[in-house]
C-alpha cells in the first residue's frame, strides 16, 4: 500500500450506496435483459418477436428490482432504527453501564484506564454524543450513510430500464431500417461490452482497482452470459420449432 498514493486521499463511502445501486441496476438491465435479448435472437431471429420479449422483460425487471431494492433499504433502516432506540433506552436508564462500556472501547485502542475514564466521563455530560459513540463503536451503525430506499428503488429501476432498452435498441432500429438480423446482434452484443466496461472502468473510483481491470472484469461477466444465453437460443430453436406457433 505504501507509494501508492501520491496525494491525500478522498473518502467516497457517503456515495457507495448511491453508485451501487446504479451499477446494479445498469449491469441486471446490460447483462440480465441483454442475455434474455441475445437468447431470444438466437432462438427466433425475428426482430418483432426479440423486442417483445426485451420489452416485456425491462418492464417485469424494472417493478420487479426496483421494488426489492426499496423493500430491502426500507428493512434495513427499520433494523438500524430499532437498535438505536435499544440504545437509547440503556443511555436513559443504565448510564453506568454506558459509561463502563465506553471506557473499554477507548482502552482497547491503546488508552490507559485512567484516560479512558477521563474521556468518558466527558461524554457522558452528553446523552446524544454517547448515542454518536454508541452508534460507531459498539453497533457500527453510520446512518448518514444510507439513502432514501424511495430514492434507491427508482434509481435501481431508472438504471435497470436504461441496461434494457440500450442492448434493444439496435433490434428496434432493424424493425424500421434495412439492418439485418445479424448486425443488430452484433451490434447489441457490442453495445453492452462497451458500456459494461465504461461502468468497470468508473466502479474502481470506489473499489481501488485499476481501470482496465474494473473493466475487464465486467466485461468478461457479461460475455459469458452474453455467449451462453444466445448459443442456449440456437440449441433451443432446434428442438422447438416456432414457425408453427405463430
Avoid: C, W
Amino acid at each position: 500500500m505504501e507509494g501508492k498514493f501520491k496525494e491525500p486521499v478522498h473518502h467516497y463511502t457517503d456515495e457507495a450506496d448511491t453508485f451501487r445501486t446504479k451499477v446494479f441496476g445498469i449491469q441486471d438491465g446490460l447483462i440480465g435483459i441483454g442475455a434474455i435479448i441475445l437468447g431470444a435472437s438466437g432462438f427466433s431471429h425475428d426482430f418483432l418477436i426479440v423486442i417483445i420479449t426485451g420489452l416485456l422483460a425491462t418492464i417485469g425487471q424494472a417493478f420487479s428490482m426496483g421494488i426489492g431494492e426499496y423493500i430491502s433499504t426500507r428493512v434495513r433502516g427499520q433494523v438500524i432504527n430499532n437498535e438505536l432506540k435499544k440504545e437509547e433506552f440503556e443511555i436513559e436508564n443504565f448510564p453506568e453501564k454506558e459509561k463502563s462500556e465506553l471506557i473499554s472501547f477507548y482502552m482497547s485502542k491503546g488508552l490507559d484506564e485512567s484516560e479512558a475514564k477521563k474521556i468518558a466521563d466527558v461524554l457522558m455530560k452528553n446523552k446524544n454524543v454517547v448515542m454518536r459513540e454508541m452508534m460507531q463503536q459498539e453497533l457500527k451503525i453510520f446512518p448518514e450513510e444510507f439513502e432514501s430506499p424511495v430514492k434507491l428503488g427508482f434509481l435501481m429501476s431508472l438504471y435497470l430500464i436504461i441496461g434494457g432498452l440500450l442492448p434493444l435498441s439496435p433490434f428496434i432500429a432493424g424493425l424500421f431500417t434495412n439492418f439485418s438480423f445479424d448486425f443488430a446482434v452484433i451490434l447489441s452484443g457490442m453495445i453492452i461490452v462497451i458500456i459494461l466496461g465504461i461502468f468497470g472502468s468508473l466502479a474502481t473510483k470506489f473499489t481501488g482497482l485499476s481501470k482496465l481491470r474494473g473493466a475487464g472484469e465486467q466485461i468478461a461477466v457479461g460475455l459469458i452470459a452474453l455467449v451462453g444465453s444466445y448459443t442456449a437460443g440456437l440449441i433451443l430453436a432446434h428442438f422447438i420449432p416456432i414457425a408453427p406457433l405463430l
